[in-house]
């Protein structure tokens, strides 16, 4: 299969719509020798602390989801999507993610992302800002 980063019409925009657990950089194709690949790369995002915990009937504690993506991190994750910065009336589960990106511990190599959907006022990224890079 083929995830392709370009816009897809049916899904309304690129990346990772609909694909969880993973984004795929290139295709594999198979011939008659087996697979061959034409990506040199496999990229894996865990997407818990942000698309299981927003789907939550229940608000989880700051601290629960603090410590989920500190265990995510010592797990080996590359790459944590650990938040999105959505307005709380949407997602309330979410409305955190900020103090969330304040507290958790940053480990060398392990990049840590957020959803954040266009467009985000001005006033809420540039408050958000020293979390995000920190």
């Not at 504690?61 to 500190?70: G, L, N, R, W, Y």
């Not at 958790?104 to 408050?127: K, M, Q």
Request: hydrophobic fraction near 40%; include cysteine.
């Amino acid at each position: 299969m083929c995830l392709s980063r370009t816009p897809n019409p049916e899904l309304g925009h690129a990346d990772r719509r609909g694909v969880k657990e993973a984004a795929v950089e290139g295709c594999m194709i198979r011939d008659s020798n087996g697979p061959t690949s034409h990506a040199s790369v496999i990229r894996i995002v865990e997407v818990g602390p942000r698309d299981g915990l927003q789907n939550e009937s229940n608000v989880v504690p700051t601290a629960v989801k603090v410590s989920f993506v500190d265990a995510l991190s010592k797990s080996g994750v590359a790459e944590i999507e650990a938040g999105s910065f959505v307005s709380p009336r949407a997602i309330p589960q979410l409305a955190d993610s900020d103090e969330v990106f304040r507290r958790i511990e940053r480990l060398p190599g392990v990049i840590y992302s957020a959803l954040v959907p266009p467009p985000l006022p001005v006033p809420t990224l540039v408050h958000s800002a020293p979390a995000l890079n920190r």
